[in-house]
T-cell receptor
Framework: GQQLNQSPQSMFIQEGEDVSMNCTSS?????WLWYKQDPGEGPVLLIA?????ELTSNGRLTAQFGITRKDSFLNISASIPSDVGIYFC???????????FGKGITLSVRP | DAGVIQSPRHEVTEMGQEVTLRCKPI?????LFWYRQTMMRGLELLIY????????DSGMPEDRFSAKMPNASFSTLKIQPSEPRDSAVYFC??????????????FGPGTRLTVL
């Protein structure tokens, strides 16, 4: 089945630094999504991407839909302590089909 | 809106017991999803419903798992009998499909299940 690869499993950065996360797939997707999960909560949608090559921003977050439709990246600029959490990528093939999630990257931000 | 509501938030049970997890989706949403999250396997889709009808249950691990959605505002996920390997966080999510690309699923806070 479809699989999404996110690595590394954990990232440690200093407050104020930028961080970039990548997500790759063995098959194409028509929609890419990035979610964040805070401890003890469910994932929350950060950014949705609908077209190959699309670059979308949401505050300090920027995400891009890869040209090949097999990858996406998320960039967080000027990190702050509340950016701590697990970041998941998710892919969707058809507008009404189910999501496939990556295993997530746990981000730690040192003050 | 209160968001997706799940109960209980925590459940500890013994192997062999029946476990029932409950979910109330966001009012007006016509899709409901059940996920399981573990360290080893990440977030896995178990089953999803559209207008109360199960659409895809291929992620349900085995016959011990069953899910129902008797009406638009309530769903249950049942495990009978439970086993220690079922220990995980179970999430319910809902969405309103508007015919657009993309998928904003709203997740509940999850039920942390521990089977001893």
């Amino acid at each position: 089945g479809q699989q999404l690869n996110q690595s590394p499993q954990s990232m440690f950065i200093q407050e104020g630094e930028d961080v970039s996360m990548n997500c790759t797939s063995s098959s194409i997707f028509n929609t890419w999504l990035w979610y964040k999960q805070d401890p003890g909560e469910g994932p929350v949608l950060l950014i949705a991407l609908y077209k190959a090559g699309e670059l979308t921003s949401n505050g300090r977050l920027t995400a891009q839909f890869g040209i090949t439709r097999k990858d996406s990246f998320l960039n967080i600029s000027a990190s702050i302590p509340s950016d701590v959490g697990i970041y998941f990528c998710a892919g969707q093939y058809g507008a009404n089909s189910k999501l496939t999630f990556g295993k997530g990257i746990t981000l730690s931000v040192r003050p | 809106d209160a968001g997706v509501i799940q109960s209980p938030r925590h459940e500890v049970t013994e192997m062999g017991q029946e476990v029932t997890l409950r979910c109330k989706p966001i009012s007006g949403h016509d899709y409901l999803f059940w996920y399981r999250q573990t360290m080893m396997r990440g977030l896995e889709l178990l089953i999803y419903f559209n207008n109360n009808v199960p659409i895809d249950d291929s992620g349900m691990p085995e016959d011990r798992f069953s899910a129902k959605m008797p009406n638009a505002s309530f769903s249950t996920l049942k495990i009978q009998p439970s086993e220690p390997r079922d220990s995980a966080v179970y999430f319910c999510a809902s969405r309103n499909y508007l015919g657009l690309a993309g998928d904003e699923q709203f997740f509940g806070p999850g039920t942390r299940l521990t089977v001893l």
